[in-house]
């Protein structure tokens, strides 16, 4: 089987949203892993923090795979967030996936075949390459237009210090020229067998050419000897991405759209074995991501069983759960156990605990999130909403922020006040408050058997005589 590995340029969109964490740009540890108090977005939780800046130097090293470690504790104590912290640190090559337990049972695949995927999205192949390459000095490009302004045709002349050649350009290339805006005086790599141009930079002899400079200019030497030129270049990807590209009855769109369907375990067996023969040609490596698990209680104890043998497979990522469970019921069976996870499970997974927060950590970290959505707050704001902080969730009080700030706007302030977050603490309910009304008004909703009792006093009445 012949088994391809051309990447896929990744659609990257420019939106970027205020999500739940997007305050946190890594770990905030110092050069020797050690936390600081308040550093990349990231406040206290220094013994977790601490943990994980050494599962981070594991993975960096890349020597460990299938191990897994479990981050435990309760509710809104940045356990997501110190996931979210260690994939930033994490570098351009390691993959990392993020799934909810949940999930696995909402995808339109098996559970098994869901994992499986994840599994394998967050291993990485380093693939070395030997490309041929054009290299050189663009001398003059001259496009000729034809009279209906349709196909394209042109002359591209381009040097090295020793020799100077012309290039015929098709439409294709012309336009690839005109997106890159190269022009005279560039240093241009074609990469012969995609086309693909990239501009290196500008050639020093034209570094007085102020019109052509922009801020960003780099000015590099013009290439000496052949334009024609072979390097080895390296491309990441990862062993998912090899699977889609390879399933024929996928193909390149599936990585685009997302549904990539079910994959056949031969197609697997195929690539893992031509895989494990490029590393021995030593044509490829293999670089152990992380996959993370969020909410991993959620899973079933087939899940369970499927995890612990993935962590025994040759190829295995670093899997690194969380938890919010004590001592729970496994899913899918009646016996209990800590974090409702299975015993195997857990004997072989290292253990970071979270701790609740002090209240001069949750200011803070509001602090830092009315910073992210750009919301002034008063001090007397900040110290309402620490203290509702402490009494509810860090991520109840940081959902007021914005709303406290509709109601800012509302009345034609910039900034937050008091009395704002005063009134969308009594608009929006946290979960204590809702709970308790749901008690105190149970009749009004419907029950676990479908019941519900639209006319509460007739209700009221019929319990009497009962
Ligand atoms: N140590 C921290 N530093 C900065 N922000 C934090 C920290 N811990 C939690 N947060 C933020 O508080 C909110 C709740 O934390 P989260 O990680 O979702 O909690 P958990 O996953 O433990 O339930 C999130 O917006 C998160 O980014
Ligand atoms: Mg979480």
Redesign the pocket.
């Known amino acids: 089987m012949n088994v391809s590995t051309t990447s896929v340029e990744s659609l990257s969109s420019d939106l970027s949203l205020i999500s739940?964490?997007?305050?946190?740009s890594g770990l905030?540890l110092d050069d020797n892993l050690q936390p600081r108090a308040?550093s990349q977005?990231?406040?206290?939780?220094l013994k977790?923090?601490r943990a994980a800046g050494i599962i981070l130097k594991m993975i960096q090293q890349g020597k460990i795979a299938g191990r897994a470690a479990l981050?435990a504790?309760?509710?809104?104590?940045?356990?997501?967030?110190?996931?979210?912290?260690l994939s930033q640190s994490l570098g351009d090559d390691v993959p990392f996936t993020s799934i909810a337990g949940s999930e696995i049972f909402s995808l339109e695949l098996s559970k098994t075949e869901a994992l499986t995927q994840a599994f394998r999205k967050s291993i990485g192949i380093k693939i070395k390459e030997e490309t041929e390459l054009i290299e050189g000095e663009v001398v003059e490009i001259q496009i000729d237009r034809s009279v209906t302004g349709g196909h394209k045709q042109g002359k591209l002349t381009i040097k090295t210090t020793d020799m100077e050649t012309i290039y015929e350009l098709g439409n294709k290339m012309i336009e690839s020229l005109q997106r890159e805006k190269i022009i005279a005086g560039d240093i241009i790599s074609i990469d012969k067998a995609s086309g693909k141009i990239s501009k290196l930079g500008r050639s020093f002899t034209r570094a007085r050419d102020y019109d052509a400079m922009g801020p960003e200019t780099k000015f590099v030497q013009c290439p000496e000897g052949e334009l024609q030129v072979r390097k080895e270049v390296v491309h990441t990807v990862s062993l998912h991405e090899i699977d889609v590209i390879n399933s024929r009855s996928q193909g390149f769109l599936a990585l685009f759209s997302g549904d990539t369907g079910e994959i056949r375990a031969e197609v697997r067996d195929q690539i893992n074995t031509k895989v494990a023969e490029w590393k021995e040609e030593g044509k490829a490596e293999i670089c152990p991501g992380v996959l993370f698990i969020?909410e991993v209680h959620m899973l079933d104890i087939e899940c369970f069983s499927y995890l612990n043998r993935a962590l025994e497979d040759e190829f295995s990522p670093i899997v690194i759960m969380?938890t919010?469970r004590g001592i729970s019921k496994i899913r899918g069976t009646s016996y209990k156990s800590p974090h409702g996870l299975p015993m195997d499970l857990l004997d072989r997974s290292i253990i970071i605990r979270?701790e609740c927060?002090s209240s001069l950590?949750i200011q803070?970290?509001l602090s830092?999130?009315s910073k992210e959505e750009e919301v002034d707050l008063t001090e007397d704001a900040l110290a309402l909403l620490t203290k509702i902080g402490t009494e509810t969730?860090?991520?109840y009080a940081?959902n007021l922020i914005s709303v406290s700030n509709q109601i800012a706007i509302k009345r034609r302030s910039n900034t937050v006040g008091i009395e704002d977050i005063k009134k969308s603490y009594i608009l929006f309910l946290d979960s204590d408050r809702s709970v308790q009304f749901l008690e105190d008004n149970r009749l009004q909703y419907i029950d676990d058997q479908g019941n519900v009792n639209l006319n509460v006093d007739v209700v009221a009445d019929k319990m009497d005589t009962d």
């Open positions: 739940a964490h997007s305050h946190i905030g308040n977005g990231m406040v206290g939780q977790a923090r981050i504790g309760p509710p809104s104590t940045g356990k997501t967030a110190i996931a979210m912290g969020d969380a919010n979270t927060y950590d803070q970290i830092i999130r969730s860090i991520r940081s």
